[in-house]
């Protein structure tokens, strides 16, 4: 995860972007009283790049762990396998004595 002191100074807060309450055009009324439409364009820009910088390195960092997970459902998916021949049995066992 990217750390404040990595972030390049924009012309908007981060955090204002989080505000679902906050319409498009409020935000950016506010932000063009500190900067004009092209500086936002590219601090957007750059925010995104940010975002999606640190979204691939998430991934990345949980890639082994999902890979783990893989082989366990795996696992999971061949004891399941075992498992079922001998509930077959157990069940047409149990009709039997219930047709009896």
Known sequence: MME???LRKLCFEREALQNREQSVSEFVSVVR???PLSTLRED???HL???SDEIV????G??????SLGEAVSDIDQLADE???PLEKLRE????????
Request: net charge negative; aromatic share 6%.
């Open 83 to 85: 498992v079922l021949e």
């Open 49 to 51: 790049d940010e975002i």
């Open 4 to 6: 404040a002191k990595d």
């Open 62 to 67: 949980n890639f082994s762990s999902f890979m």
């Open 33 to 35: 009283v500190k900067a």
């Open 44 to 46: 957007l820009q750059i």
């Open 93 to 100: 066992e149990v009709e039997v004595i219930l047709l009896s």
């Open 57 to 60: 390195g998430q991934i990345q």
